[in-house]
């Protein structure tokens, strides 16, 4: 089974980047596909970016599109949330999730980790 952890969250202000990293240990997470989603305070787990196994399928919010990339570093097992341009609605906490093909609905992911917190001060 994939363990997934996120890290590199944190308080930044408007405009600036941040990127998120998400390591699967337990064994390689190279044949699935990933997510990542957010969800903040009161309000439904969102999707934000997704990307196939093989990196050839990537798939953006619209609230991020232009903003954020979403990479992968098969040697590292690790997938890469690179925000730019942060705005205060981006501010939640950032999950990553892995199945077996690229979805957008949160349901559809049975491998989560514990989530990051990225907050954003004007």
């Known amino acids: 089974q994939v363990q997934l952890a996120e890290s590199g969250g944190g308080v930044v202000q408007t405009g600036d980047s941040l990127r998120l990293s998400c390591t699967a240990s337990g064994r390689t997470f190279n044949a699935y596909a990933v997510a990542w989603f957010r969800e903040a305070p009161g309000k439904e787990r969102d999707f934000v970016a997704a990307?196939?196994?093989?990196?050839?399928?990537?798939d953006y919010a619209t609230a991020v599109q232009g903003r954020f990339t979403i990479s992968r570093d098969t040697a590292k097992n690790t997938v890469y949330l690179q925000m730019d341009n942060l705005k205060a609605e981006d501010a939640a906490v950032y999950y990553c999730?892995?199945?077996?093909?690229?979805?957008?609905?949160?349901?559809?992911?049975?491998?989560w980790g514990q989530g990051t917190q990225v907050t954003v001060s004007s």
């Open positions: 990307m196939s196994w093989r990196g050839d399928i990537k």
């Open positions: 999730a892995a199945r077996f093909g690229i979805e957008r609905q949160a349901t559809e992911y049975g491998i």
